[in-house]
């Protein structure tokens, strides 16, 4: 019986947005638009970014060989899912939009989930936004600048243009978004399809003595453990995204089946990609000529496609679009979430009226990565921005654990085994371990950056829950209410005698001039008998 009654809650919990719109036709609220293509789209295209053109650089220069960097990139793809699947419980238990940092708040209280949303919205999300559109604009002008890098300017004004461009299509429409992200979804699945077709062709032709196990596993230099961290980062880069469907919950079709449909179809489908796109590149480029590529897959274009290379660039520029479009429509949701529970200014809790699209959230999502756009190198953004993403991560998951020992008997419609969690927060707590060992200054300014959210957490949230504070807030402003109410009936006292005495004015008016139209009339009534009596007396 009362497993019933959780489970009933927690389908009340699911349709409280909708429930609300029915009973309270003046709210405005988000509409649940997202069916199961749509979530895996979001799902795909959110990971399938920048990540998989750029990370392989980085992968493989810390990892030191192209076996281990293989290794990495499937090992990624199992912690993703690993950590996908206890999102999906979190997801269905709790269904409200927000992602992580919703679970938190709920899990573990304000201060937690604050400090969550204050380094996602100032550094991690702006920043991966940023890192993708400056490979966007990076792999647009390649053919334009074949021998040299793209000027500084050029990349950072069209990544602002295509920033500016995608914020515009999200504030117009929510159906127009993610029209937009199924289309570049297929697009860059295309993309990718195509280098591995190329790349399989090689291999079948007999091209594949870099991945021949004494080749692929010979290292010039054993890595550290630290390195093989850093490795792992990158790949976590080219990864992240996997959670990104949980932060808009609210506007999925029947959450409770189609989350985590979504997610297991889409993640073990984007392991395979990016493990036979690797394979694709090492078959026709030695490690050296793809650490000293800038676009890696333009210089695959270049080798194998001939004059057909331009193909390359533009598609994996329309895939890093569609990128840009996937984080802009999920992180403005967060920033969203974030207002509606006090968190941020209410302002970004508002919603466009006909449009149902949280305008406020995506401008200010728009406004922070064009600052970003121009601040640091894309390498060292991606491990600023990992470090900070398996943190949130970690505690999530460790959230998930204590919610279970919390709440032992609450309705879960989907529970995964505990072997899942522990296996992946002991895998999360040796990767920051040993890349703080490794990076102390980039991990550290990381953590420094969420903890300044604490003093503004207690300045700015914390005081409307302390009591004290709370009843000096309702004293001054019952005061300042109660002194605005004596202007406000003195005023409309005044309002009162001025509208009496107009009224006055006006009857006598109109009474002087009723007089003045009876007098009129009496005269013209003389005047017509006394014409009568003359005509009568001739």
């Known amino acids: 019986m009362r497993r019933k009654q959780q489970k009933e809650r927690v389908e009340d919990m699911e349709e409280h947005s909708g429930s609300t719109r029915r009973k309270d036709p003046e709210r405005v609220t988000l509409k649940k638009e997202i069916g199961l293509l749509s979530a895996c789209t979001i799902i795909i295209g959110n990971i399938i970014g920048s990540g998989i053109f750029i990370s392989p650089k980085g992968v493989l220069e810390h990892s030191g060989s192209v076996g281990f960097a293989l290794v990495i990139w499937v090992l990624g793809g199992c912690i993703a899912t690993l ?113 591995i077709v190329v790349g399989l062709i090689q291999v079948f032709h007999g091209n594949y003595e870099a991945l021949t196990p004494h080749v692929a596993f010979a290292m010039d230099r054993i890595p550290s453990v630290g390195q093989i961290a850093l490795a792992f980062l990158q790949a976590s880069f080219a990864f992240s995204g996997w959670n990104f469907l949980n932060y808009v919950t609210e506007e999925v079709v029947n959450p409770r089946r189609n989350l985590p449909r979504a ?111 121009c601040i640091g190198e894309t390498h060292n953004l991606i491990n600023y921005v990992s470090f900070i993403n398996y943190l949130s991560y970690g505690v999530t998951i460790a959230g998930l654990l204590h919610y279970r020992w919390r709440k032992p008997n609450l309705y879960r419609p989907i529970k995964v085994s505990l072997v899942v969690p522990v296996c992946y927060l002991m895998f999360w707590a040796l990767l920051l371990g040993f890349s703080l060992h490794s990076e102390p200054v980039v991990c550290g300014v990381g953590l420094v950056i969420m903890l300044t959210g604490v003093p503004v957490y207690f300045l700015g949230v914390h005081w409307k829950e302390n009591l004290f504070l709370t009843w000096l807030h309702s004293l001054f402003f019952s005061s300042f209410n109660c002194f605005l109410s004596q202007i406000i009936k003195t005023e409309k006292k005044q309002t009162k005698r001025i509208k009496s005495s107009l009224y006055q004015t006006y009857r006598t008016i109109k009474d002087k001039k009723q007089t003045q139209i009876n007098k009129n009339s009496e005269n013209r009534k003389q005047k017509k008998m006394l014409k009568t009596k003359i005509v009568k007396t001739q």
């Open 263 to 373: 997610i297991y179809i889409s993640i073990p489908l984007v392991t395979i990609v990016y493990t036979l796109t690797n394979i694709a590149y090492f078959s026709s480029m030695s490690p050296e000529e793809l650490l000293s590529s800038n676009a890696v897959a333009v210089t695959f274009g270049e080798k194998l496609l001939g004059t057909f290379s331009v193909v390359m660039p533009i598609s994996v520029a329309l895939s890093t679009f569609g990128g840009i479009n996937g984080y802009l429509f999920t992180s403005s949701r967060l920033c969203f979430s974030g207002a509606r529970e006090g968190h941020l200014p209410s302002l970004l809790a508002m919603i466009h009226y006909k449009n149902r699209t949280p305008i406020p959230a995506l401008l200010v999502c728009c406004t922070a990565t064009i600052v970003i756009l």
């Open 83 to 195: 950590g996908s699947l206890c999102y999906a419980e979190l997801g269905v238990t709790i269904p409200k939009s927000g992602g992580d940092y919703s679970y938190v708040t709920e899990i573990f209280g304000g201060l937690m989930g604050f400090l969550l949303l204050w380094s996602a919205v100032i550094i991690m999300y702006p920043t991966t936004l940023a890192v993708i559109a400056l490979t966007f604009s990076s792999y647009i002008l390649q053919p334009v600048f074949p021998n040299c890098v793209p000027p500084y300017m050029a990349t950072r004004m069209l990544s602002a243009i295509c920033v500016l461009l995608l914020t515009w299509v999200n504030c117009s429409s929510v159906r127009m978004a993610t029209r937009i992200q199924d289309i570049f979804t297929v697009g860059k699945l295309m993309a990718l399809g195509l280098i």
